[in-house]
């Protein structure tokens, strides 16, 4: 098992590299620099300028670790160690395939010492290729400030970039979509093409949820990591029983009280469902969506469609087509107009495969509603978590990578109203004497008292509802005002706002501040 290391695994780490070998020793040394022996003050060094480390577990202990550091779109594998005893198991071959799936990059820079043409023969076999010795200076410089010359041995290899296609727009009216625009799209789907399209609460990417090549070009498309599987949408729930091993008791109760609706259920998959479309887990997340454009779409495609949100990953979700424009242009093969989409944040996710069941992600339906219906109901600590949480069975979208974040940096304010009001202009004053650009996320009840260089309210804290409708809306706004920093305001967690706060601490990077 491969998983990212929090800093409490500081010690474990420090153990592998100083007692271990190269990675593919003689042909791919996993560092370009140093010997296998690390000093413990050299480790907190690398881990503070961004280097992110992953780690190859077997028997529950730490075998061998991978160091990676990632800079926009560039990715530089700093380590690959593996404990000595363990290097004739090819332990170095999977964690260097790991890096494709857990980089969310287009290119990847490489440091070798010797026998170059391996790795790059590694890497081909991936859809890379070798770039020139110009264009690998270039980068050096522009993300490291290092010339060649300064690594024994360079290569940079580029994921291979495909002419950008046509993105078909279709505007279709929402409560009455036109048939013909619809078998447009439904046809798209079935020769393994992407649909962008809307549901009640975000605009889904659509593919083929049955077609292996269709689901790995929509990881491709939204640059989304391999190990965070997408929803699996159907038009009836009849449709679950061929897709899943068996249907609980509690599932019937939830499908026929909540479907269609903004709920996902998780289920044991059964062999049908392709290995990719989940992650390669046991378990497959499916919904009944509440929109007549997404159902029609099911409807006509004959398939179920697997369909994460519709924006690329790490960003916000889209709530509007010209989101997904934004964000997917010349990626995808259409995009299904359909408006304004009404909740705002995405599904909410129990897992049925588990008993008790438990809420993964909060969203459009509210853990109070679902509590009065399966009382042993659970809430994944996730859910509320205020820092990063190190999770290693990922069941639910949402849970493990990045999401939700604008470019802007975000901070989340949290508190009794009338301390949030003074930390938020505490903060907004501080960033705009550092000469920043500040914008502010307030609500209606507060948004007056606030003087910044973009004030937008989410709506009245008292509807919840709209705070919801109105987040990544507005999330997206103010970050195309290219402000330096976003301060939002916290909300209730009641109802709706349990799904706003967990995107916002998401979105913040877990960066909270407490007003008292």
Known sequence: M???????????????????????????PGDCWKEPYMPAQELKEEIQSGVQFYGYIE???????????????????????????????RIGEKLLNSLLNI????????????NAKWAINFYQKHGFVLLSREETNELL??????????IETSIVLEQKRYPPMKTLLLNVDPENPDPEKIQTAAEIIQKGGLVAFPTETVYGLGADALNPAAVLALFEAKKRPLDNPPIVHVADPKEVYKLVKEVPKKAK????????????????????????????????????????????????SCRPIAAPS????????????????????????????????????????????????????????????LKEVLPDLELHPFVQAEKELVLQDIRSPGMKHK????????????????????????????YSLKGKKVGILATDQTQTAYKADVVKSLGSRSNLASVAQNLFRLLREVDAENVDVIIAEGVSSEGLGLAVMNRLRKASGYRIIKAN
Do not use: C
């Not at 695994?9 to 100083?18: K, R, Y």
């Not at 991978?66 to 380590?79: A, E, K, S």
């Not at 470019?407 to 907004?428: C, M, N, P």
């Open 310 to 369: 519709a924006n690329l990953a790490g960003k916000p979700s889209p709530t509007t087509a010209q989101h997904v424009y934004e964000d997917l242009n010349g990626r995808i093969d259409a995009i299904l107009d359909g408006g304004a989409t009404n909740i705002g944040v995405e599904s909410t996710v129990v897992d049925l495969s588990i008993d008790p069941p438990m809420l993964l992600r909060p969203g459009g339906t509210p853990f109070e509603a």
């Open 141 to 150: 410089k522009k993300y490291w400030n290092i010339s060649e010359r300064q």
């Open 103 to 114: 980089a969310e990059t287009q290119m990847i820079l490489v440091g070798t010492w010797e």
């Open 253 to 300: 109760v939830l499908m026929e009280k909540f479907w269609p609706g903004p709920l996902t259920l998780i289920f044991k998959r059964s062999n049908v469902v392709p290995k990719v479309t989940v992650a390669g887990l046991d378990t497959v997340a499916i919904r009944m969506p509440k929109h007549k454009v997404a159902l029609e779409l099911i409807k006509q």
């Open 403 to 430: 999401h939700y974040a604008p470019k802007a940096e975000v901070i989340l304010v949290e508190g009794k109203v009338s301390a949030v009001i003074a930390k938020v202009k505490e903060l907004a004053e501080s």
């Open 2 to 28: 491969i998983r990212k290391l929090a800093n409490s695994d500081f010690q474990a780490i420090l153990t592998v590299i100083n007692n271990a070998a190269f990675v593919y020793k003689g042909k791919i």
């Open 59 to 89: 028997n529950n202990s730490l075998i061998a670790v991978m160091g990676i550091q990632p800079v926009n779109d560039v990715t530089l594998i700093r380590h690959a160690y593996t404990l000595r005893s363990h290097q004739r198991k």
